[in-house]
């Protein structure tokens, strides 16, 4: 059984340094997490080895979002996002996360890494507001309405997915050098 806390509306912040990573098998099931996982989410080593992902899933998350999330890992692809996540304790945590796929010598995908790092106020100003317009879009009409919604809103702003996330979340100084040493690391 899933614990499923209630959700509460309120933020846990962190420092931008404190890089969240985790590892899961091709199905997304956990495989590794670092202590920063543990320390923000409030599961232990024990709660999240072995369990979907989606232990960490926000109600206000739109399935679309996971939808090109997984659409672009299997695909063999790397992708980032902005995604919020509920702690143990029905709190939130905004991240930005970097997810990409590892291959073995054939070629095939053998698990997924994310790197996550904590979102600034723009970003999540900017995310917020997109997302609670697909999220009600989905309720109303479905997840496929909501990806239309998206591929509308980046068309007008000229931009494909990608070029939208960078915009948007690119790392600078400091951090992206931190970001790159985590990388090397447990990549
Ligand atoms: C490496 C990796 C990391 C992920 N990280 C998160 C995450 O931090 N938060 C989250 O809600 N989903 C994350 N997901 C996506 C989940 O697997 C899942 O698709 C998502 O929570 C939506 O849940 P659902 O598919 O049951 O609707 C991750 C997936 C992978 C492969």
Redesign the pocket.
């Known amino acids: 059984m899933i614990y499923r806390p209630i959700v509460l509306d309120e933020e846990i912040k962190f420092s931008k340094k404190k890089f969240i990573v ?3 098998d091709i199905k ?1 099931r956990i495989i590794f997490i670092n202590k920063n996982f543990s320390e923000i989410s409030k599961y232990s080593e024990e709660e999240l080895i072995g369990v ?3 232990v ?3 109600p206000d ?1 739109p ?1 679309a979002i ?1 939808y090109l ?2 659409q672009n ?1 299997l695909a063999g692809n790397k992708i980032s996002g902005v ?1 919020k ?1 509920l702690a143990k304790d029905g709190r939130y945590y905004w ?1 930005i ?1 970097d ?1 990409e796929p590892k291959f073995n010598s054939k070629g095939e995908i053998t698990t ?3 790197f ?1 790092r904590a979102a600034p106020q723009d970003v999540i100003d900017t995310t917020e507001e997109l997302y609670a317009t697909m999220l009600a879009i989905e309720k109303k009409h479905g997840m496929e309405k909501s990806l239309a919604y998206l591929e509308g809103f980046l068309e007008e702003n000229e931009m494909n997915y990608n070029e939208f996330i960078e915009e948007l979340i690119k790392p600078k100084g400091i951090i992206a050098a931190l970001l790159a040493t985590f990388k090397r690391m447990f990549g």
């Open positions: 985790s590892k899961t997304g979907a992902h989606n960490v899933r926000h998350m399935k996971f999330v997984w890992l995604i996540n991240v996360a997810l997924l890494t994310a996550r």
